[in-house]
């Protein structure tokens, strides 16, 4: 694992972006481990983040300019620091889109804010997590439904490793559903292998007793890499 996916995993950590304990998942799974990026939220924060996003699309997409689109609420920051990355450290000139949770009927209408996807455009979503793809299958539908372009890549912050709504892992299901790419920066793997029993800043963020919840949880649920 290289030295900026070490610097990233103890952000999760220290942030509070990844925690560990007993939750419920937007999927309704009980889980020991949750992740979200709205923890995040001081410059020098951001400014990781934004970085291990553009450089997951350069090693994945490469230098060409696509539309990112980052689902309301979250997504809204991701892709804003995602763009700004991109072009700072690699010349990239991506444009952003959002869409709004209620459609407005006034002004300019319509449910999305910033460029208006349309044909020809090549679409890349921006989320943090995704655990058996139904927030996706909302970006996807909703894509579908009042837009155009075509949907290519997903890039997420963690890869949970874990099935879908059938055996395959729900990366794998979205790929095969709707032909797209999904890149992690780092997979749930990754988080727990680094953070296990080490200590950061004089704390311990995984200990053996919650290590053996998750991996209790991944035999229900887990998938390889």
């Not at 704390?203 to 053996?208: A, E, G, P, R």
Request: with cysteine.
């Amino acid at each position: 694992m290289t030295e900026e996916k070490q610097k990233f995993i103890e952000l999760l950590a220290e942030s509070g972006a990844v925690q560990f304990g007993d939750f419920t998942a937007k999927s309704g799974r009980k889980t020991p481990f949750f992740i979200n990026t709205g923890k995040l939220m001081y410059g020098d924060q951001l400014d990781l983040l934004s970085r291990m996003y553009a450089q997951t699309y350069v090693e994945n997409i490469g230098r060409e300019s696509r539309l990112l689109f980052g689902p309301a609420y979250k997504g809204i920051t991701l892709i804003a620091v995602t763009a700004a990355a991109l072009y700072r450290q690699y010349g990239v000139r991506a444009p952003i889109c959002f869409n709004r949770k209620e459609k407005k009927d006034h002004g300019e209408g319509g449910v999305f804010v910033g460029k208006i996807p349309e044909e020809g455009d090549r679409i890349v979503i921006v989320e943090d997590v995704i655990t058996v793809g139904t927030a996706i299958r909302e970006s996807l539908n909703l894509m579908k439904e009042h837009g155009k372009g075509r949907v290519e890549a997903v890039i997420i912050s963690v890869d949970r490793l874990e099935k879908g709504q059938g055996a395959e892992s729900a990366l794998a299901e979205l790929g095969r559903e709707f032909g797209i790419r999904i890149f992690p920066i780092v997979t749930i793997r990754e988080v727990v292998a680094h953070l296990h029993n080490r200590e950061i800043n004089g704390k311990v963020y995984l200990d053996d007793a919650t290590y053996e919840k998750i991996l209790a949880y991944w035999k229900i649920y887990g998938v390889e890499a």
